[in-house]
């Protein structure tokens, strides 16, 4: 890895979240970005199908009631299916210190790596700038690829968006593990763990989170003024 991500934080924390609802999804990883200290690695799934919507887009772009908005930006996600991975870092961080793209590619170059060796099939970044005839505000993640996406098989099979504070940034990332045979989404988490040890030289420790602190944030995603503020 280009970045050198030891030089500050060489010990993360690391957060692997039961399945939970939407509000709850995205309340902590504001509330984890809001106090972020060490840089953060969140692994959790939806307990529901959902849509999210990009902070910057339209609620009229989904045609369901149960969607929630993001933090972050991007496009519009189908949960239930996916595995989400939310990585948090401090402004001090080097990885802070990159422009969008290539914080974005430091990121999902490592998920890449990780996917291939797990599901034994070549995933790859996507090398090509999104066409300028794209309408960023109406995407639909997962319908055509941005640079930097992973892509297996001619398709993507997974993304991500960012949102960024003066305090630190969040990265959340969507991987469509239905794709894929094998579904044992335990050991691929391990083994995204082991790679990002391995390429990083970080280690991680186990850290939970009591939802009785995130709940201003909780109540923040649940109201019509968050998701319908666009």
């Known amino acids: 890895m280009a970045t050198d991500n030891t030089s500050h934080?060489?010990?993360?924390n690391l957060i692997q979240s039961p399945s939970d609802s939407s509000v709850w999804n995205m309340a902590i990883d504001q509330y984890l970005l809001d106090t972020i200290e060490l840089p953060v690695i969140r692994f959790y799934q939806w307990n529901h199908q959902c849509k999210s919507i990009g902070y910057f887009q339209s609620h009229a772009l989904v045609d369901?009631?149960?969607f929630i908005r993001r933090p972050s930006g991007?496009?519009?996600?189908?949960h239930g299916k996916d595995l989400t991975i939310s990585f948090i870092f401090p402004a001090s961080h080097p990885l802070f210190q990159l422009d969008r793209f290539?914080?974005?590619k430091e990121?999902?170059?490592?998920?890449?790596?990780?996917?291939?060796k797990f599901y034994q099939l070549e995933t790859t970044l996507y090398e090509h700038?999104?066409?300028e005839s794209?309408?960023?505000?109406t995407m639909v993640c997962f319908e055509a690829p941005s640079k930097y996406d992973g892509i297996c098989n001619g398709e993507k099979v997974f993304g991500g968006a960012q949102k960024r504070t003066r305090?630190?940034?969040?990265h959340q990332a969507s991987i469509q593990i239905d794709k894929f045979e094998t579904k044992d989404t335990g050991h691929f988490i391990s083994q995204i763990i082991d790679q990002l040890k391995t390429s990083w030289s970080i280690e991680f420790k186990q850290m939970t989170i009591d939802k009785n602190v995130c709940i201003e944030h909780k109540n923040k995603f649940a109201s019509k003024e968050w998701n319908y503020k666009k």
């Open 64 to 66: 369901s009631a149960d």
């Open 74 to 78: 991007g496009g519009i996600v189908q």
């Open 107 to 116: 990121i999902n170059q490592e998920l890449a790596s990780a996917m291939s």
């Open 167 to 170: 305090s630190g940034m969040l």
């Open 102 to 104: 290539d914080s974005y």
């Open 134 to 137: 794209i309408d960023r505000r």
């Open 9 to 12: 934080y060489p010990v993360w």
């Open 129 to 131: 700038t999104i066409d």
